[in-house]
């Protein structure tokens, strides 16, 4: 079956960095779009940085220059890296597999991990 399983996140504080990583068993890692969303209380599921099978990578408005995705497909996995961490940032973070083609679309997703921003 397919499995995300993220890792990395904890409690940074302030200006500090911390480097996600999601490993994906189960798909033809190199034939999906990877994403990095996240959710924080009380508000929605929103996307923080998404990268192509073509390594395309587009990220939301308020994290560039913060936040960088990258991919290893010889290991399946999927990394972003968080810099200049804001208190804002704290949330759940979620990986993303994202398929599709003109009849069928896939989408997977990870448990999530908690980053948490404070000092």
């Known amino acids: 079956q397919v499995q995300l399983v993220e890792s990395g996140g904890g409690l940074v504080q302030p200006g500090g960095s911390l480097r996600l990583s999601c490993a994906a068993s189960g798909i033809i890692f190199s034939t999906y779009a990877m994403g990095w969303y996240r959710q924080a209380p009380g508000k929605q599921r929103e996307l923080v940085a998404g990268i192509t099978s073509g390594m395309s990578t587009n990220y939301a408005d308020s994290l560039k220059g913060r936040f960088t995705i990258s991919r290893d497909n010889a290991k399946n996995t999927v990394y972003l890296q968080m810099n200049s961490l804001k208190p804002e940032d704290t949330a759940v973070y979620y990986c993303?597999?994202?398929?599709?083609?003109?009849?069928?679309?896939?989408?997977?997703w990870g448990q999530g991990t908690q980053v948490t921003v404070s000092s």
């Open positions: 993303n597999a994202h398929w599709a083609s003109a009849w069928v679309t896939r989408d997977y």
